[in-house]
């Protein structure tokens, strides 16, 4: 192995997260402050480590992989992961007031259910932990064996001493600051490859993306149906992938949050972020389809390595992949080490001199036995799913129970998960071969057995009202005052004031609105002149005038007579106008277009302008309802059933990202010049309060 650019790159990149890592858990003393933090994490922490945890090395391998292999029938599939997110953050969170500040998932059991619930959450939890582990030191000994030429077991051995190093010294504070820069370096290798592939697949074939999603793997009709197959076994991968997941990792990302109000809106940016990160992923194996469906699927990582890995790109990707696995393996390592020491150890009398250096010490020994799961011949998925079929189906059930409301006595508990662990070892003895993995079907007899042994031996307990329902009750009493207002706004509706609040207050605004609409019409026109014959223009004719003869009017207005200016005349007109001319016509002309690349760039125009021009709120309904009309419209003039959609070419993709991105900054920007206002008028508040005490 010779020392090169991406060598140095990559051991840069490791020593950066090493030193992150030990500064930040420099102030570790006791095993709360291992497990916990502190609980004083910002909001982006919190989102950074959520999504770094949650996607693996092994991530970009399976998804690139299994779309290559099995088309929408996955990408469809892993988007439950979304949904197990959204689940988390607005299902859960708001009723988990009581766990923050738990040390573990198994305190919380033990807590709730005793010693023997705890030490079974402690094993399953450890064993899960494990299987993550293994795989993500698998997938890094790949790429350091593809990059840096190591053979045999070396990779791996390296790869644990790195990742444990940092995570076992510094508990979870170094896990979520090394969190964050690993985030940011696989949150950008996604669309960087996305990139790089699809500038080689247009610009080395002829790709259309129409024909690309005709092809029986991409093609979502092929999906479609209740009597199709195909429909139900995505259908059931979509829900195994939608089983809500506390996993030890995730229940610690709950508890180290300050609130749950933090907790929710953490989760919900995190699914937000997840669900565009696997959205990448599927996308870059659907162009290595096209690019050649002849590739070995369990290698496409490795040919991209090895076709688009310049000196630079090489590096990044490898860091990149690197940070995918790190984010997710120290944070088992952590969560695994303090189950083992808080909640299995302790609890048997199996103490040491500090409970925080035994955590240090077990961390070092799961990463042993971590690494020998991964040199078993074992596929990633198939990995994944074994070591997660003893913590979901046994510990999930009672715990998501608990956090909904229901409680219920040790001996139902205990029935329950023995069920679920019978339940799954026989499945994966006699059921495997079925296709549905062993984690579902554990999860409904876990369920089935707890609720029924509940309520046939008659325990105690059951349906319970949760103490901490503040955040829900002020959430109720806001969406009840949302709902007078609106109401109130419907009936006391005034067209005259409504008016007046959305038209300008001089002039020049209306005399540039009549401009714009001049020129986007010309554009229209010539735009329109290349596909249509002299009989539809002829038709067409009509509506130019009435558009032109409507933007002259804006255009002149400081001109006109006095009592033509009258406020409530102009002001409908205003309206009417913005309707009419930037989103009807705006989008009639588009279809009529066969969604041209000029009049889709005039369509956008138009809408940027009406977006600047009046409130979100009422773009919203305007765009609705103005696309709906001219769809109708269009098939009333055409004598057309269908709407014929040109991609043929990429452009029209790149035009709808650039009007979705553009919608975004528009929508936003109001909210962030209120808070920059608000915050000045905060500081100038301050500051005059300041020199009245002063002056006292």
């Known amino acids: 192995m010779n020392f090169n650019i991406d060598f140095g790159i990559f051991i840069g990149f490791l020593v950066l997260n090493l030193i992150v890592g030990l500064y930040h858990g420099r102030k570790v003393k006791t095993i709360e402050d291992y497990s916990l933090g502190g609980r004083n994490f910002s909001t982006g922490a919190l ?15 399976i998804t690139i992989a299994e779309v290559y292999t099995t088309g929408l029938h996955y990408a469809i599939g892993c988007l439950g992961m979304v949904v197990c997110l959204l689940l988390n953050a607005y299902i859960f969170a708001p009723k988990m007031q009581e766990f923050l500040g738990s040390i573990s998932v198994a305190s919380a059991m033990g807590d709730l259910y005793g010693k023997h619930v705890r030490l079974i959450s ?20 790949y790429i350091l064996n593809d990059f840096l030429g190591l053979s045999g077991n070396y990779p791996i051995l390296l790869a644990a001493l790195v990742v444990v190093l940092y995570s076992s010294i510094g508990g979870i504070r170094s896990v979520a600051f090394t969190d964050a820069i690993q985030f940011f370096t696989f949150g950008v290798l996604i669309p960087v490859l996305g990139i790089i592939i699809w500038n080689d697949l247009t610009n080395t074939t002829s790709f259309s993306l129409v024909n690309a999603f005709n092809k029986p793997l991409f093609n979502y009709d092929e999906f479609l149906g209740f009597s199709n197959p195909k429909f139900w076994s995505v259908l059931l991968l979509f829900l195994l992938f939608s089983i809500p997941d506390l996993n030890p990792t995730m229940f610690q990302r709950v508890a180290i949050g300050r609130n749950v109000t933090q907790v929710k809106k953490a989760f919900g940016i995190s699914a937000l972020l997840l669900m565009m990160i696997l959205i990448g992923m599927s996308w870059i194996a659907f162009l290595l389809f096209n690019l050649d469906p002849n590739l070995e699927p369990q290698n496409l990582v490795q040919y991209i390595i090895n076709n688009y890995s310049h000196t630079g790109i090489k590096s990044f990707i490898m860091i990149g992949v690197v940070a995918m696995c790190m984010s997710t393996a120290d944070s ?6 303090v189950l083992l020491t808080h909640d299995f150890c302790y609890p048997l009398n199996l103490k040491f001199k500090s409970e925080l250096i035994l955590s240090k010490i077990i961390a070092a020994i799961i990463g042993g036995v971590s690494i020998y799961l991964a040199l078993l011949d074992y596929d990633l998925l198939p990995l994944v799913f074994m070591t997660q079929s003893f913590y979901i189906p046994i510990i999930d059930v009672p715990l998501i129970l608990a956090i909904l409301g229901f409680r219920s006595t040790t001996k139902s508990v205990l029935i329950g998960m023995g069920a679920g662990f019978v339940s799954v070892i026989l499945w994966r003895i006699y059921f495997m071969d079925t296709g549905v993995d062993s984690i579902l079907p554990g999860t409904v007899f876990n369920l089935i057995f707890f609720m029924g042994s509940h309520y046939i031996l008659k325990q105690k307990g059951g349906w319970v009202h949760k103490k901490n329902n503040q955040l829900l009750n002020s959430k109720l009493s806001i969406t009840y005052h949302k709902f007078q207002q609106l109401i109130y706004a419907i009936t006391t509706f005034n067209l005259k004031s409504f008016c007046k609040k959305n038209s300008p207050k001089n002039d020049l605004t209306y005399t540039s609105f009549g401009v714009f609409c001049i020129i986007s019409t010309v554009c229209t026109m010539y735009s329109l002149s290349h596909t249509m014959d002299s009989q539809n223009k002829l038709t067409i004719l009509p509506l130019y005038e009435i558009i032109l003869v409507l933007s002259v009017c804006f255009m002149t207005y400081p001109i006109w007579p006095l009592s033509l200016k009258k406020d ?21 002309f588009l279809i009529l277009s066969t969604f041209s690349h000029l009049q889709f760039v005039v369509f956008i125009a138009n809408f940027i302008v009406a977006a600047i021009l009046t409130r979100w709120k009422l773009l919203f309904y305007m765009t609705t309802i103005g696309i709906y009309l001219s769809i109708i419209f269009f098939k009333y003039y055409a004598n057309i059933d269908n709407i014929i959609i040109n991609t043929s070419n990429a452009s029209l993709i790149i035009y709808t990202f650039l009007l979705i991105g553009t919608s975004i900054v528009i929508f936003f920007k109001p909210k962030q010049e209120f808070q920059e206002k608000t915050e000045q008028k905060s500081d100038y508040l301050s500051h005059k309060l300041d020199d009245q005490t002063i002056e006292l």
């Open 568 to 588: 409530l005349i102009i002001q409908i007109l205003w309206n009417i106008s913005i309707f009419f001319l930037l989103i009807f016509s705006s989008s009639f």
């Open 47 to 61: 989102v950074s480590t959520i999504v770094a945890t949650w996607i693996g090395g092994d991530y970009l391998f």
């Open 122 to 141: 402690a094993i399953g939890g450890v064993i899960a932990s494990a299987g993550f582990i293994a795989v993500q030191f698998k997938v890094f000994g």
């Open 332 to 337: 088992n390592i952590n969560a695994s080490s």
